[in-house]
């Protein structure tokens, strides 16, 4: 089991948070420094037992860090990094938890300063509430981390942070920036989209009549404006791409509805009921 002195978090929300709370849980870090702008999301942090010290100078947060894990918004990302790389010891590993990759991956992967390295990460946990007070230890228990090496990437970085994800409870996967992005943007970036189309398109006298059907699809609208303008904007052509696919299907479904034509209605209906039902619980 790979352990820790000192592993700092850029931007302890949910996500940084929880990995706060899994390092701490499993005795994986014997400190654990959480670095932000906001004093009250720190105390917070600190309430919960996301961390053991907190700062909102970034030089004092990364100054003795064997790993710095970056968990703020996407358009911060790569600035982050070097400010990260510019403060933290010599030959230190960096890495994110950001929902896109290739823009990030390729701004950073022609090396940063002092010999330290980054290698990009995307754990696909999460929800529409945010900040520390709802991190967990086990959010990222039974799901899927992705790692994004390039071919500068030395295997002795990826293999720890490999270890790092399984030991917090994630199943692994590699790939590379761009096919994450291409992927990601049809089982995350679109749904959220879609969520927030359906949600923009709601009227006030609706509001009494929801029921679990609209509030569990509108439920990842619920997310702030501030984390998924930037993943829209990052990887936009990948979620056009999505969006046109799903226009598509939409479009067939309302002709089918328009039409009365119940065999392709049932045949559209069924067909998403087997690709649902292979998604699991």
């Given at each position: 089991?790979?352990?820790?002195?000192?592993?700092?978090?850029?931007?302890?929300?949910?996500?940084?948070?929880?990995?706060?709370?899994?390092?701490?849980?499993?005795?994986?870090?014997?400190?654990?420094?959480?670095?932000?702008?906001?004093?009250?999301?720190?105390?917070?942090?600190?309430?919960?037992?996301?961390?053991?010290?907190?700062?909102?100078?970034?030089?004092?947060?990364?100054?003795?860090?064997?790993?710095?894990?970056?968990?703020?918004?996407?358009?911060?990302?790569?600035?982050?990094?070097?400010?990260?790389?510019?403060?933290?010891?010599?030959?230190?590993?960096?890495?994110?938890?950001?929902?896109?990759k290739q823009s990030i991956v390729e701004q950073l992967d022609e090396g940063l300063p002092r010999g330290c390295r980054f290698l990009g990460g995307h754990p696909l946990a999460g929800g529409e509430k945010t900040g520390p007070a709802h991190a967990s230890n086990d959010l990222f228990h039974g799901r899927v981390t992705v790692l994004t090496p390039t071919k500068n990437t030395q295997a002795k970085d990826y293999d720890l942070l490999e270890q790092f994800w399984i030991q917090l409870g994630s199943m692994v996967i590699r790939m590379s920036a761009d096919e994450h992005d291409r992927m990601i943007a049809v089982t995350s970036h679109m749904p959220h989209a879609v969520s927030v189309a359906l949600a923009a398109s709601l009227t006030e006298d609706c509001f009494r009549l929801a029921g679990t059907g609209l509030l569990d699809m509108t439920r990842l609208a619920a997310g702030g404006p501030e984390i998924w303008k930037p993943i829209f904007m990052l990887n936009r052509d990948n979620v056009l791409a999505a969006l046109r696919q799903f226009n598509q299907r939409w479009a067939a479904l309302e002709a089918a509805i328009a039409a009365g034509d119940e065999m392709e209605l049932e045949r559209i209906l069924t067909l998403a009921k087997k690709n649902r039902d292979a998604l699991g619980s």
């Amino acid at each position: 089991m790979k352990t820790f002195k000192n592993v700092a978090i850029l931007g302890v929300g949910l996500i940084g948070g929880s990995i706060g709370l899994a390092l701490r849980g499993r005795g994986l870090a014997q400190n654990v420094v959480g670095i932000g702008r906001r004093q009250e999301s720190l105390r917070t942090a600190r309430r919960v037992g996301a961390v053991t010290q907190t700062t909102v100078n970034l030089e004092k947060g990364v100054a003795e860090a064997e790993l710095v894990v970056v968990c703020t918004p996407v358009g911060r990302i790569v600035e982050d990094v070097r400010r990260v790389a510019e403060c933290c010891p010599a030959e230190t590993l960096i890495t994110d938890a950001g929902s896109t990759k290739q823009s990030i991956v390729e701004q950073l992967d022609e090396g940063l300063p002092r010999g330290c390295r980054f290698l990009g990460g995307h754990p696909l946990a999460g929800g529409e509430k945010t900040g520390p007070a709802h991190a967990s230890n086990d959010l990222f228990h039974g799901r899927v981390t992705v790692l994004t090496p390039t071919k500068n990437t030395q295997a002795k970085d990826y293999d720890l942070l490999e270890q790092f994800w399984i030991q917090l409870g994630s199943m692994v996967i590699r790939m590379s920036a761009d096919e994450h992005d291409r992927m990601i943007a049809v089982t995350s970036h679109m749904p959220h989209a879609v969520s927030v189309a359906l949600a923009a398109s709601l009227t006030e006298d609706c509001f009494r009549l929801a029921g679990t059907g609209l509030l569990d699809m509108t439920r990842l609208a619920a997310g702030g404006p501030e984390i998924w303008k930037p993943i829209f904007m990052l990887n936009r052509d990948n979620v056009l791409a999505a969006l046109r696919q799903f226009n598509q299907r939409w479009a067939a479904l309302e002709a089918a509805i328009a039409a009365g034509d119940e065999m392709e209605l049932e045949r559209i209906l069924t067909l998403a009921k087997k690709n649902r039902d292979a998604l699991g619980s």
